[in-house]
């Protein structure tokens, strides 16, 4: 069932099976995915061979509504109680040992997962942001886990291009909290990847916007460049492609732009052959964008 709904999992560590129960529930606004999940003491793990296998590629934040989880991610762990979050990567492995409350031994977790593209975060943020626990409570990241929960226990209807504006601040929300709250030490490779990042979402437009190119402006070579970003576990050219086809999907879920055809919309952020417009779009969203934007004017319930 947890694989159903989320991503390939193993299960383990459940001491009395006889008295077992589990439920999900799940739906979706927009591109975000929300859902409840309740059960009984046990392990949840995402071994490296299952991220590698199933290859889903999602950012997602966990809050505990009940009970107490440990959590574990790229060698940090932190402990969740009631109202507490924490983000983790699907592309590598992670762990959730959840205890029951001591009442009845039932735990409750709210889990929402965002397509990593559709988060303005980068990988070395993500690699410094996983694993850490924030407060549910009080102060900012209090204010978004309410925020969050909100999401969760309130039925949403509007049409769909009010939903997909509302996915949007919520994604911009999660960015401008997280990174208040923790703010990750910088290198002077990971400086130089960030000043990188930035010079790709200032020029997204220019269709010959390139590694070389990059390179040039920060006074580099090509193979530093390429080796900057390997240290994040990525590309140049991912970094540029994923950027691009977050701001068409964007464009394409807002309700001024109805009159752009997608191909006009490709074409503005630098996608200058619609058909590899088109796979890639679908390979790091899971529909064309014709479907993504056919279902923008559907409206939500």
């Known amino acids: 069932m947890l694989r159903e709904h989320f991503v390939a999992l193993d299960v383990t560590d459940i001491e009395d099976r006889r008295r077992f129960t589990g439920a999900v529930r799940s739906s979706e606004l927009a591109h975000l995915k ?5 059960s009984t003491d046990q392990r949840i793990v995402r071994s490296g061979s299952l991220a590698r296998a199933d290859r889903a590629d999602y950012l997602q934040i966990g809050r505990i509504r009940r009970g107490r989880a440990v ?6 762990e932190c402990v969740l109680t009631h109202g507490d979050f924490v983000l983790y990567d699907t592309t590598r492995p992670f762990d959730w040992q959840i205890d029951g409350h001591p009442d009845d031994g039932s735990w409750a977790l709210e889990v929402f997962t965002w397509p990593r593209a559709s988060l303005s975060f980068t990988e070395a943020e993500i690699h ?7 407060d549910g409570r009080a102060g ?5 886990g309410r925020f969050l929960h909100d999401i969760v226990t309130s039925r949403i209807a509007s049409d769909a291009g ?4 509302i996915v949007d601040e919520v994604g911009d929300l999660v960015g401008a909290v997280v990174r208040s709250v923790v703010r990750p030490v910088g290198t002077p490779r990971s400086s130089t990847y960030r000043t990188a990042v930035t010079m790709i979402d200032e020029n997204l437009e220019d269709p010959s916007l390139s590694p070389s190119v990059i390179a040039a402006a ?3 070579s090509t193979r530093q460049l390429h080796r900057v970003f390997a240290e994040q576990d990525t590309t140049v050219s991912r970094a540029i492609r994923v950027r691009r086809l977050e701001q068409c999907r964007r464009e394409m879920s807002q309700s001024t732009t109805r009159d752009r055809s997608v191909g006009q ?8 052959d619609p058909s590899l417009f088109s796979r ?22």
């Open 34 to 38: 929300v859902a409840t999940v309740q």
């Open 71 to 76: 959590v574990t991610q790229d060698d940090r």
């Open 128 to 134: 410094d942001l996983t694993a850490i626990a924030f």
């Open 140 to 144: 900012a990241s209090g204010l978004l």
């Open 162 to 165: 009010a939903g997909n504006a």
């Open 218 to 220: 920060l006074g580099i």
């Open 265 to 272: 919309i490709s074409r503005r952020w630098g996608f200058a």
């Open 280 to 301: 890639t779009f679908k390979n790091e969203y899971g529909m064309s964008p014709r479907q993504y934007r056919a279902s923008a004017v559907q409206p939500l319930t």
